[in-house]
DNA sequence: CTGGTTGCAAAACCTTTGCAAAGTC
DNA sequence: GACTTTGCAAAGGTTTTGCAACCAG
């Protein structure tokens, strides 16, 4: 199995609503998890969670990693937040309310966030065809990327 | 970057052949590394590094599993063997005359074998859109089966 | 013989868990 | 004050690496 304990995606297209979610659901507003959702919330591409442990590390001190993993797993429950793999590497988080999908280049590692509406046809073709419903957003999907075919780099 | 050290494939449809390339190749061709091509030339599924130590670990004695890791590599690199990754678990090894690509869903963790043929048509809707060259061979293409759909197991 | 290969042990990498101290409500 | 959360340390699973002994050609 490769899905974590995720619970459905909560609406909160800004910080401080991710904020309110947490003690919505009677969790603590700790300085950490806060610096997680800053982070998430700042980032413009997926962070790894060492990335996250890096810059949650502020004048309160650094975060440890297992604070940080401990605080991503759990937004995750609260579905503020949600990770996806992408190959040998480590995992990778976002915010939820970042529904993009994930074109990863097996090559140059490159990934490309695309809107979800811009695969519905391919996925609707694999669903005709195998009855499965592909989704790229716990993993993306893998392949080569134009530049690396062109430069025949792979 | 997700890829790794890989040759072209070589065609080696039996076991023997695989064996010729080896030699061909002037690599030495040990009773470790020819039980590992032995294991995947055998199974009918993709194998962890961990289950071909298991099943190359013979009368000869049981391999370890660095050399395990080792030959593998070796191996990828002569084009015989490939390898992708489906989620957290352990990366799997199949024979690289198996070009099949995979299904891996999410929430029950089956993995099905298709031919490429069957995706061409995703794969091309995907590139038209999006330049990308989706493949679907060194890691699965995620997404949830239709049983799990059905029991709205996730 | 010569150098590719093995086995063992140790390390690396990412992630999880135990536990007492500290923080939040 | 009750209960969550933290930080540190240690452990877990997968894969890699160092190195002396070994084996194939």
């Known amino acids: 199995v490769t899905e974590p304990h995720t619970g459905p995606t909560v609406e909160a297209p800004r910080l401080e609503d991710a904020l309110a979610a947490v003690r919505a659901r009677g969790l603590r507003l700790s300085a950490a998890r806060q610096l997680v959702l800053e982070a998430l919330y700042e980032a413009d591409a997926p962070l790894s969670a060492d990335e996250v442990a890096a810059r949650a590390g502020g004048p309160d001190g650094p975060s ?24 040998h590497g480590p995992g990778l988080y976002v915010r939820a309310g970042d529904a993009r ?19 519905d046809e391919a996925r609707a073709s694999i669903l005709r065809r195998h009855g499965f419903h ?12 134009a530049d690396c075919v062109e430069d025949g780099t792979a």
Do not use: I, Q
């Open 64 to 87: 440890d990693s297992a604070s940080v993993y401990r605080n991503l797993e759990k937004l995750e429950e609260l579905g503020l937040v949600r990770h996806f793999h992408a190959g």
């Open 134 to 145: 592909a989704r790229f957003t716990h993993m993306p999907a893998p392949g080569l990327c």
């Open 101 to 119: 999908e994930y074109l990863l280049c097996d090559s140059c590692g490159t990934l490309t966030a695309v809107e979800p509406s811009a695969l």
